[in-house]
């Protein structure tokens, strides 16, 4: 019988008469160097031990080896970096950067490691907010969503003139039996619908919602919890809430006129919308079928909802016509489930229905005046750069693993999500400290990680220093150099 063997050395093609070998006796190695920075990132901003405070922990501490503390930046620094499941720390608590990054080399106990293993690590996520044996750490939530919006505000010198806070739902798909899943009809999925509210790239809000819910349900709490918090700090401050229609309610508006605070929403078009424009999207045919391009037609009008709606209020119509595009006319010829015909809309004796091309308004709502914000500008300059928004929840969710909630209970995967939101706010931090100069200015998360991050490193572990030998190769060193500067400038 042939005997079966694992190899100390793995052979390849020969290159210039010389054999290629390798293996794995390369000593105290590590892949994550680059996180050093996000070390030095956090001594900048303390964001680690201000997340551990929020925790109360009723472990009996002469018998605690790994802290509070130390398993939040665990988790914290681990998705930074790319590991998303807790199975990775059962490698990752070896790894000689992990223990760097926790300031502890070595566990008291011979059968523990530096820094915690899954096990560990998921009865933190697992805490109740009341004891039980195995699960005696537990979060305090109004804690965890201060911290966010006192992070925000640290982050200026001075305080800012005006700000925009940007609300917004999505998805995060469920593939199990969760804690509060629905099916969303929009999504077409089990899901939940978590909340976020950011300004500019700063992250202030992130709650994890059943699906079973309007958009915009909860956001008047949590803009006034928000704008309470930043007014404390910042008393003059304008403040303008900006989103799409799920967030077009009377109670929200509502809120904003009674506290001084200016919104500004997409708004769901209708009929009687349609009709307050139909002029301009007579014009705007009429320049489309000269010029063969979309032409776009504003109008500023007052606009009241039947019921929904307390009051009047400010509507900007955008009313554009354009030439379908060949994707467009491929997808309009295939078969569809037949609809009802829509009411004609008349110019005069011109009905828009049997002109070439198509319309595409659109509609928002705001309390800001004309003479501030002129109806184009207020659409295209200001309302549009609300999209910016969705590449932050990207960001959050493709790179940093925001919509990993597979954890059974809705409170451990708002846990998660929080532990994806802090690591958003580190890299964000570190991308404005020390990147703002540098050629990753503007750089997505997942861009660092692969570039800063990832660099392989010899680590030597002496009496006086710890030393890790960095890749002498590594393509970045200059961006690596200025941002170290940075932070050692920021964290002094």
Known sequence: MQTECIPDIFGFEAVEGRAVVAAFDGGTITSDAGALLLGATDRAIGIVDRLASCFVDRRSQAHVEHSVATLVGQRIFAIALGYEDLNDHETLRHDPLMAVLAGKLEARRADCAAVAGKSTLNRLELSKPEPSRYHKISYDAEAVDRLFVDLFLEAHRTAPRQITLDLDATDDPLHGEQEGR??????????????????????????????????????????????????????????????????????????????????????????????????????????????????????????????????????????????????????????????????????????????????????????????????????????????????????CQLDLFADRTSAHTMRANQLRLWLSSMAYVLVSALRRIALATTRFADATCGTIRLKLFKIGAQVRISVRRIKFSMASAFPYTDVFRAAWAALDSAAR
Request: glycine share 4%; hydrophobic share 35%; charged share 30%.
């Open 182 to 395: 629905f099916f969303h009809g929009y999504y077409k999925s089990y899901c939940y619908l978590p909340l976020y509210i950011f300004c500019g790239r700063h992250l202030l809000c992130a709650k994890l919602r059943r699906a079973n819910i309007d958009a915009s349900a909860g956001s008047v709490e949590e803009v006034a919890r928000i704008v309470a918090q930043i007014r404390k700090r910042w008393p003059e401050v304008r403040i303008l809430l900006r989103a799409d229609s799920g967030f077009t309610r009377d109670d929200l508006m509502t809120w904003c006129e009674q506290n001084d605070v200016d919104y500004l929403f997409g708004l769901a078009k209708n009929n009687r919308l349609i009709a307050e424009i139909a002029a301009e999207l007579a014009e705007a045919a009429e320049e489309n079928r000269q010029s063969g391009k979309p032409a776009r037609r504003f109008k500023d009008f007052q606009y009241r909802t039947h019921k929904s709606w307390s009051r009047q209020r400010r509507v900007v119509g955008k009313a554009e016509w354009m030439i379908p595009s060949t994707a467009e006319s491929e997808s309009a010829t295939k078969p569809r489930r037949k609809k009802k015909n829509k009411k004609s809309i008349k110019v005069g004796d011109i009905d828009l229905a049997t002109l070439e091309g198509r319309a595409n308004p659109r509609f928002v709502v705001t309390s800001l005046s004309a003479d501030e914000h002129h109806a184009r500008a207020l659409y295209e300059k200001l309302y549009c750069a609300r999209g910016e928004m969705e590449n932050r929840i990207k960001e």
